[in-house]
């Protein structure tokens, strides 16, 4: 799949299918180290996203959501760990301390944080913030794609609305 890449900000809606894909393809082509920050309702497709990148990552088998374990690390085939992390539960902002915060990222990780506004003075720039809003008709999702400092490029999807 060809997919143009981008360093400033870009608004674009998605279907289902085309945020799984694109988040596969952010997965198999995005340059590490990468923090992505999701932002968005419960329903969003926050996870469908985190997911998609995970399986682009080149990851098999089940992905389960970190809401309750907070954080889970998989090493991926592409010679990257994929770091998914999910703060709605966290309690206090500096419980991120006791997640190795301080070392995300590393310099193979490609970082997908869910529910980032429970640590926002803490996150780490460089980083990509995605905002997820549902359309009217809740048939897609309208993405509102923002870089924080200077992050590696990030490939846009390729059909945009």
């Known amino acids: ?78 010679g990257i760990s994929f770091v998914h992390i999910d703060l709605y539960r966290l309690e206090h902002e500096n419980d991120v301390w006791e997640l190795g915060w301080s070392d995300l990222p590393g310099a193979g990780d490609m970082v997908v944080i869910e529910w980032p506004s429970r640590a926002e003075s803490l996150l780490p720039s460089p980083r990509w913030e995605l905002s997820f809003r549902e359309t009217e008709d809740g048939e897609a999702r309208r993405i509102r794609l923002t870089p924080v400092g200077d992050p590696a490029m990030i490939p846009l999807p390729e059909s945009r609305g």
């Not at 143009?4 to 997965?27: N, P, Y």
């Open 1 to 78: 799949m060809k997919s143009e890449a981008v360093k400033t900000l870009q608004e674009f809606e998605l279907d289902e299918d085309a945020l799984m894909e694109w988040g596969k393809v952010v997965g198999s082509t995005a340059t590490v180290p990468l923090v992505v920050a999701l932002r968005g309702d419960l329903g969003a497709g926050k996870t469908t996203f985190a997911r998609a990148v995970a399986r682009g990552a080149g990851l098999v088998g089940p992905i389960p959501s970190p809401t309750y374990n907070l954080l889970f690390r998989y090493e991926a085939p592409r």
